[in-house]
């Protein structure tokens, strides 16, 4: 499997802005793209973007049909463990594992979006971090540029690198056209204190796709899958 997981420092950090911005940035470039998200939330909630599932497959230029991108879906604006067992439906994470196999079989690549961050269960026992330990794909950390955001961001790498996860970057957005002195601190604190790159996003217009962005080297972020037969919180159990 080649692609990348774009994950979060919390919920609504602008994950899925660059998840789609990745696989848009990839489409342009001739790339035969296939968006994924294990699960969705908050359906029922207005809003003027699409739903992030549908958002991710628009920007790939994927043909996948909406199931193919993300297997569950629920109206409530619930973590996806409480939002599944109101539903009395059960998140399977072989099924997770396999939807993910299938669409990135046909596929040149495949952006996978979390929900949430790392430790969001998605089932009472299998979290983010498990389902993107089993696919092996390098993370790319979708994180805010303001107050806060250091703690929170390298909190986040520690997370995935206690689970052996490979960072490939993290992203600040939005990005303003002209940072402050705060943002231009915590973006170089964090590419210094976490050893990790980092990218300023700025704000995109969207309507019904993100469009891609250059500045990105999202080439050089795909890598292959590692082999992964156990999840950390397997392991822990």
């Known amino acids: 499997m080649r692609g990348i997981f774009v994950t979060g420092t ?11 911005a990745l696989a848009a940035t990839l489409a342009e470039r001739g790339t035969c793209v296939a968006a994924f998200k294990p699960a969705v939330t908050g359906l029922d909630e207005p809003g003027d973007a699409p739903p992030d599932h549908v958002l991710l497959q628009r920007s790939a230029a994927s043909a996948q049909d909406i199931e193919a991108v993300s297997p569950y879906r629920f109206g409530p604006a619930l973590s996806p463990h ?16 396999a939807a993910a196999e299938a669409a990135a079989a046909r596929a040149d690549a495949i952006v996978v979006e979390g929900v949430g961050g790392l430790l969001v269960p998605l089932s009472p026992a ?16 979708a994180a805010r540029p303001g107050l806060g955001t250091i703690n929170h961001t390298l909190m986040t790498i520690e997370c995935a ?24 601190s915590n973006r170089e604190t964090i ?26 080297p999202v080439e050089r972020w795909l890598a292959p899958s ?12």
Not at 84 to 97: F, M, R, T, W, Y
Not at 126 to 137: H, M, N, Q, S, T
Not at 192 to 215: C, H, K, Q, W
Not at 230 to 236: C, E, G, L
């Open 126 to 141: 299998y979290l983010v971090r498990d389902f993107a330990f089993e696919l092996g794909l390098p993370l790319v950390i």
């Open 191 to 216: 590419e210094r204190l976490g050893e990790v790159e980092t990218f300023g996003l700025p704000r995109l217009a969207i309507a019904d796709a993100v469009p891609p962005v250059r500045s990105l």
């Open 10 to 20: 919390d919920t609504e950090v602008g994950k899925t802005v660059v998840a789609s």
């Open 161 to 184: 690198r206690s689970a052996s996860l490979e960072i490939a970057a993290v992203v600040l957005t939005p990005w303003p056209r002209l940072p402050k002195e705060i943002e231009r």
């Open 82 to 97: 409480l939002a599944a067992q109101l539903k009395a439906v059960e998140i399977s994470p072989g099924h997770l594992i």
């Open 226 to 237: 590692s082999e992964a037969s156990t999840s950390p919180s397997r392991q822990a159990a």
